[in-house]
């Protein structure tokens, strides 16, 4: 069986639902539950007796070691993490007790598993980190995208600390030998992704008749991949990635944010158009830019492709469709996550963001 963590959030649920759909290997589902892990994500799952999911923190050195001795996965991909730029701004402390001291932890509980594997189990063993292209920086317009070998440049506390336990995977498998694997993939979208994020915020706030935030000018760029691609491409490193290697994932899909937005409000114009028979453009606001605002992101993902033979299955086109109709088809998910929670976080990052 393999262990997952964070598996119950965006693209970890993705994943497991994926897997177990391809695979006849059970999953282990270790997860915290934060604000952003969502059981409901997993309901399908509930008579599966494949899936088994464990409530906990990949910090607790105790319970991680126990599941391991229990369980003996093959494999471990470590979705775990706090993932919101915003929130890392307005309070990084959780971001560098899970992403960095909760990931020192997992790998301390995975070395000491992994020396005491023994015959076919040692080698065939893997480690897969998965991280995010926001380890490197910002890129200027004219500048090529992010490789393997670009220098680690993180400027917000949420990509300096994904950048501390990239470090760390690194470290372990060069001093340690453990069998890692590392992908750092560009912008997921799709079904399950947790409205505080620009796709399904703009969705869900459009929807409601609020106000579509745009930070800035809104021409900062990112690299958008359907999750569905991310989670093959994840599948497709623990086959056949070589040790200590990283890979980067992207969909080859640069656009500025605005475009999605306007992207967002045609698909919505014409799937569920608004009673007045205005266009939900009329709903876009530019407001104060996120301070430290990372101009444009850009995955060079020929590595994978080259080596693994890795390619994204849908085009933004088809993928930005797929996930509209998504969230106009399960608004009671949607009802559901706008919890007293989620209202103080809007409420926290945009009522002092000027208009
Ligand atoms: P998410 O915030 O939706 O989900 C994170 C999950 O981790 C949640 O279920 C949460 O409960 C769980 N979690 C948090 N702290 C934990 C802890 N200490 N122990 C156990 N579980 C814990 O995040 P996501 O968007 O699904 O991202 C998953 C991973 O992929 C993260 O590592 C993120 O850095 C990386 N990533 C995300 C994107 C993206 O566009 N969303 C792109 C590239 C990489
Ligand atoms: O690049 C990969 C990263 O993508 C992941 O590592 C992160 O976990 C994930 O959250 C995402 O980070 P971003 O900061 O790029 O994603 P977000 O959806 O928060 O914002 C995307 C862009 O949209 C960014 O330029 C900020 C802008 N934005 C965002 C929000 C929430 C707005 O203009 N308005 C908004 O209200």
Not at 11 to 26: K, Y
Not at 142 to 160: L, Q
Request: aromatic share 10%; glycine share 8%.
């Amino acid at each position: 069986m393999i262990l997952v963590t964070g598996g119950a959030g965006f693209i970890g649920s993705n994943f497991v639902l994926d897997w177990l759909a391809r695979h006849d290997e059970a999953v282990i589902n270790l997860d915290a539950l934060t604000y952003a892990g969502n059981r409901e994500n997993l309901a399908t799952l509930a008579a599966n007796p494949r899936h088994v999911f464990v409530h906990g923190d990949i910090g607790d050195s105790a319970l991680v070691a126990s599941l391991l001795e229990r369980h003996q996965p093959r494999v471990i991909v470590n979705f775990a993490a706090e993932s919101h730029v915003d929130r890392s701004i307005h309070g990084p402390e959780d971001f560098i007790q899970t992403n960095i001291v909760g990931t020192f932890r997992l790998l301390e509980s995975v070395r000491a598993y992994w020396n005491r594997l023994e015959g076919d189990a040692r080698p065939a063993f893997r480690f897969l980190h998965v991280s995010t292209d926001e380890v490197y920086g910002s890129l200027s317009r004219d500048e090529p995208a992010f490789t393997e070998t670009h220098r680690y440049e993180p400027n917000s506390p949420y990509s300096a600390s994904k950048a501390a336990s990239d470090h760390l995977v690194r470290a372990y498998h060069h001093t340690y030998g453990l069998p890692m694997l590392t992908t750092n993939c560009s912008n997921n979208y799709g079904p399950y992704h947790f409205p505080e994020k620009l796709i399904p915020l703009m969705i869900v706030n459009a929807l409601a008749g609020k106000a579509l935030p745009v930070y800035g000018d809104g021409q900062q760029i990112r690299d958008w991949l359907y999750v569905g691609d991310h989670c093959s491409a994840i599948r497709c490193v623990l086959a056949g990635g070589k040790l200590g290697e990283t890979y980067n994932v992207g969909g080859w899909n640069e656009k500025p944010n605005i475009e999605i937005v306007n992207t967002v409000c045609s698909l919505l114009d014409e799937l569920r158009p608004r009673e007045d028979g205005k266009s939900y453009r009329e709903q876009i606001s530019y407001v104060t830019d996120r301070p430290g605002h990372d101009r444009r992101y850009a995955i060079d993902a020929s590595k994978i492709e080259r080596e693994l033979g890795w390619k994204p299955a849908e085009t933004f086109e088809t993928g930005i469709r797929k996930t509209v109709n998504w969230y106009l088809q399960h608004q009671d998910w949607v009802a559901n996550v706008q919890s007293g929670g989620y209202r103080d976080w809007v409420n926290k990052n945009y009522a002092d963001r000027q208009a």
